[in-house]
């Protein structure tokens, strides 16, 4: 089992899909399913649910939860801390000031919203990264800044819900993730973002290995502790915030993925890159096939169920894995 | 005797606070070096010169003859070995994924081996496949010291090896720590108790707020007037039958 847990991951990822493409509001059967795969004889409007409808949100909700669960590999590492995850370091709060500045001077257009949300988002990293390679910051600065520019982030966006009420629902919509709105394109971007951030972290992963002792033991061992922190950081946030931007705020995907994994496979980066990538896909695309079909009308934003389903099952893996932070 | 590590005219420690100002000093090669003096003399602070933690702002340090400030860091740990203090991990790597962090900076073909014969130094071949979430504070020590034997570099810092151990495991680690340094490894220590570091060590330094207050070998340094100097305690001669010399000891 532990040898083989990428690969139980991925057929359970690719059953899921199948699964998930085949429910939904419009009835359709797996035969006309695979049919449109196959090009047998179906309907242009099945083709194009199963095709721009489904397929696009399997893909992009996959794509989206191994970004979140390798942002969060990356910072618990870079951090030194368990409980960190991608949004740490104030990307989300960041992306989310983006958007609410957006919709408060009216250019949240289809090509505005992620803008602006990439903007904050990169703009918050941009910002924590030039405390990071200021000399001698160490983790607790760096996790202190994070939380204070949640914290002023958050109050601005909060300021301006004030002053723009109707607006609100928007926000919040957008602030409690959702792939309904997902295009091929983004799909494409996102899956080459986890791509690269994928092979970046399997390329860095005696790095991240070291980067969990000491400072003074990973130094004497060789690593260039400053710049392998700076690296990771940059990458991993820029891909968080590409995330974000795409799909709103989707938490406890990155806390939780790492750490089921970890307790099955131990804490060795080399082993635990591939099967936590999928497990934050498996796990994100679980969450968006409820979120579709959980309310007999409408449906629910993934934030949600990613933390009513994710929290549980996560406390109980940890209690009864007898997981330790030491 | 050569030496394993030369520091001349260190000035440097933290920003907005130099603790060193010119101190020089010389580490004998294949001693057993003793770093004592009172908390925030500067011991700890000195060892993260030598894994270039800090940098000085002047001076120079050299490491087995070649200028630190132009080793790479990669270079410096098949040279240098470092154990911190009450060092922690808090993930869950196992003792032997531990201890083969030890090859990062130069892996070879053999490496198994090097971190196979590290773990039997430090006697926790039966803890290989254990988590280190699970092990015991002397096990982490000693998972620990092995990982920086695992480097190969023949200078080896402890920060307090032997702080909130028992008297055996204390014991143990000394000797082990002995045992290298017969067999040529220069260790450099901290060592807040002084009846380890008569006990142990042949060389001993006294720091006291960031200046050298005595160095040399322990029999001659270390006597009443140093510690009164040093520590301003008051202190008298014991004999120690087992080791057969006298001991200074504090007057409690």
């Known amino acids: 089992m532990r040898r083989h847990l990428g690969w139980i991951i991925l057929v359970a990822t690719l059953t899921l899909a199948l699964v998930s493409l085949t429910i939904g509001s419009s009835r359709i059967g797996l035969s006309e399913t695979i049919g449109v795969f196959t090009g047998r004889n179906t309907s242009s409007a099945q083709r194009y649910i199963i095709l721009n409808l489904r397929l696009v949100r399997i893909i992009a909700s996959f794509a989206a939860g191994t970004i979140l669960a390798l942002g969060g590999v990356s910072y618990q590492a870079v951090l030194r801390n368990p409980m960190a995850d991608p949004f740490i370091l104030g990307v989300s709060s960041g992306a989310s000031f983006g958007v609410a500045l957006a919709i408060y001077f009216g250019v949240a257009t289809r090509f505005g919203l992620p803008l602006s949300a990439l903007l904050g988002a990169t703009g918050t990293t941009l910002f924590i990264l030039a405390l990071a390679s200021r000399k001698r910051s160490s983790n607790t600065v760096l996790l202190l800044s994070g939380v204070a520019a949640n914290y002023i982030l958050s109050a601005a966006m909060t300021l301006l819900l004030f002053l723009n009420r109707e607006q609100y629902q928007r926000i919040l919509a957008w602030s409690l993730g959702t792939f309904s709105t997902a295009t091929w394109n983004q799909v494409v971007i996102a899956l080459l973002v986890s791509l690269l951030l994928f092979l970046f972290l399997l390329r860095n992963h005696r790095n991240l290995d070291l980067l969990l002792l000491d400072e003074g033991s990973a130094r004497s061992s060789g690593l260039a502790v400053e710049s392998v922190r700076y690296r990771l950081l940059l990458i991993s946030s820029f891909a968080t915030a590409l995330c974000v931007s795409f799909f709103g705020v989707i938490g406890f995907i990155g806390l939780m993925a790492p750490h089921i994994t970890r307790l099955i496979l131990g804490a060795k980066h080399r082993r635990l890159i591939f099967p936590t990538a999928l497990l934050g896909g498996f796990l994100l695309l679980l969450s968006d096939t409820l979120a579709r079909v959980l309310l007999p009308s409408g449906e629910l934003p993934v934030g949600i169920i990613t933390s009513l389903l994710g929290v549980p099952l996560f406390l109980f893996l940890i209690l009864k894995g007898r997981y330790r932070f030491g | 005797m050569a030496d394993a590590i030369v520091i001349d005219a260190l000035t440097g420690g933290y920003e907005n606070n130099t603790l060193f100002r010119k101190i020089s000093l010389t580490f004998p090669k294949g001693a057993f070096i003793a770093l004592a003096g009172p908390n925030g003399s500067g ?64 892996p070879q073909k053999d490496d198994a081996k090097r971190i196979y014969q590290a773990m039997e130094t430090c006697s926790i071949l039966n803890l290989r496949n254990t988590p280190v979430t699970r092990i015991s504070g002397g096990e982490l020590q000693r998972t620990f010291l092995a990982r920086a034997l695992a480097q190969d570099g023949k200078i080896l810092l402890l920060d307090e090896p032997v702080n909130h151990l028992d008297i055996a495991h204390q014991r143990s680690v000394m000797h082990l720590l002995q045992g290298l340094v017969a067999k040529g490894y220069t260790v450099i220590a901290v060592l807040h108790d002084l009846l380890l570091a008569q006990a142990y060590s042949s060389w001993i330094i006294f720091l006291k707020e960031g200046a050298v207050a005595a160095d040399g070998p322990t029999d001659e340094v270390v006597n009443e007037e140093i510690l009164k100097s040093v520590y301003n305690v008051k202190s008298h001669r014991i004999y120690d039958p087992h080791l057969d010399k006298e001991l200074l000891i504090p007057a409690w």
């Open chain 2, 43 to 106: 011991k700890s602070s000195l060892l993260k010169f030598f894994y270039k933690q800090l940098k000085p702002e002047e001076g120079t340090i050299w490491v087995e003859k070649a200028d630190l400030a132009t080793l790479k860091q990669e270079v410096l740990a098949q040279n240098i070995g470092f154990v911190p203090q009450n060092g922690r991990l808090d993930f869950s790597f196992t003792v032997e994924e531990t201890v083969a962090m030890g090859r990062y900076a130069n």
